[in-house]
């Protein structure tokens, strides 16, 4: 399926972080521990600029990545039942790719 394979089993959290990718990038492709670190941090830079400037981010076979604005709404404290207002915000949403929701419904 892919030339790097993963062992999921050997990663010790049940969420994959920056430094296990810049690990993985450093054991299998032979990167010294720093460049290995710098492309990490610089992918996920490039993807955090992206969406600051308000384009999506689209990665081939993975999902998209797109800014949504979210518009004021009266919220409701769930403890006292007031009712709080919920101001206008911006939120990052994930849609993945067929590809992806394919691979997940065949494991």
Known sequence: MNDFPIDIDSLETTSLTKAQLADLLYERIGL????????VDAF????????????SVRISGFGNFQVRTKGARPGRNPRTGEVIPIEARKVVTFHASNKLKEQVQQS
Do not use: A, W
């Not at 010294?32 to 492309?39: A, L, P, T, V, W």
């Not at 996920?44 to 384009?55: A, H, M, Q, S, Y």
């Open 32 to 39: 010294s521990k720093r460049e290995s670190k710098d492309i």
């Open 44 to 55: 996920f830079e490039l993807i955090v600029r992206r969406l600051i400037d308000g384009e």
